[in-house]
């Protein structure tokens, strides 16, 4: 599920020295902003997350993981 999903993210990154910035957006445009304006994205499979590294990779050249 996405909670087990998101949790495993950050265990591993937070092995590796990482900061976790965790965003709860007002809604969904909301969330979009904030992902595509990420330095750093760590996408999933769905179809949101996929719109979100297009878009912060063609508009800030942003690195997508």
């Known amino acids: ?31 979009l902003l904030f992902l595509t304006r990420s330095k750093y994205f760590v996408k999933s499979g769905g179809g949101f997350t996929k719109l979100a590294a297009l878009l912060g990779k063609e508009l800030y050249n942003h690195t997508i993981y």
């Open 1 to 31: 599920n996405n909670i087990f999903y998101k949790n495993e993210v950050i265990k591993i990154l937070k092995n590796k020295n990482k900061t976790i910035l965790e965003h709860k957006g007002k809604d969904a445009d909301d969330d």
